[in-house]
T-cell receptor, first 111, second 113 residues
């Protein structure tokens, strides 16, 4: 399975944008990049995923480097409710859909 | 609310015992996944079922087994429990396999004493 590297923790101020980086240098051409987050005492929650082009949804934006070896999750205006562990996953799971989670980035949002 | 229901929410049992965790997937989802989350191991993929058939296997111990029933609900059976099995167990479901978002339940917290 492909591996990802993320910073252990990041801090942000409320109402400011947050850029969460992820390196996936061994990604193969067909591997999607997935982002999930886990709020305290809850199960992981889907955020966004993409293959090559940048992606936007109501929660966040995903910027994928041209060589696909890295990506950035962008939260446009952080709120206190965005404090969570953010997981970047590059699955390499062929046709199963299973996701292999790493350690993730713990995001703290300061008021 | 993800639409995935897990029962029970909490379970306390003794070493050597057997327990069954239950998961009802979102309506229409055919794939069910089981994950274990402990403090020292993070989120570990255990096993996946698709429409009743085992699809993928991860770090699942031989003492653990799972199945998916015709109505698509799934059960995870844990036997000969050890202290180290204490963890949060999450179930997730998705419409199909590859690249469909996974929707997670809120987990079952298992404490083995």
């Amino acid at each position: 399975d492909a591996k990802t590297t993320q910073p252990n923790s990041m801090e942000s101020n409320e109402e400011e944008p947050v850029h969460l980086p992820c390196n996936h240098s061994t990604i193969s051409g067909t591997d999607y990049i997935h982002w999930y987050r886990q709020l305290p005492s809850q199960g992981p929650e889907y955020v966004i995923h993409g293959l090559t082009s940048n992606v936007n949804n109501r929660m966040a934006s995903l910027a994928i480097a041209e060589d696909r070896k890295s990506s950035t999750l962008i939260l446009h205006r952080a709120t206190l409710r965005d404090a969570a562990v953010y997981y970047c996953i590059s699955d390499g799971s062929s046709n199963t859909g299973k996701l292999i989670f790493g350690q993730g980035t713990t995001l703290q949002v300061k008021p | 609310d993800s639409g995935v229901t897990q029962t029970p929410k909490h379970l306390i049992t003794a070493t050597g015992q057997r327990v069954t965790l239950r998961c009802s997937p979102r309506s229409g989802d055919l794939s069910v996944y089981w994950y274990q989350q402990s403090l020292d191991q993070g989120l570990q993929f255990l096993i996946q079922y698709y429409n009743g058939e085992e699809r993928a296997k991860g770090n699942i111990l031989e003492r653990f087994s799972a199945q998916q029933f015709p109505d698509l609900h799934s059960e995870l059976n844990l036997s000969s429990l050890e202290l180290g099995d204490s963890a949060l167990y999450f179930c997730a479901s998705s419409v199909a396999g590859m690249n469909s978002p996974l929707h997670f339940g809120n987990g079952t917290r298992l404490t083995v004493t």
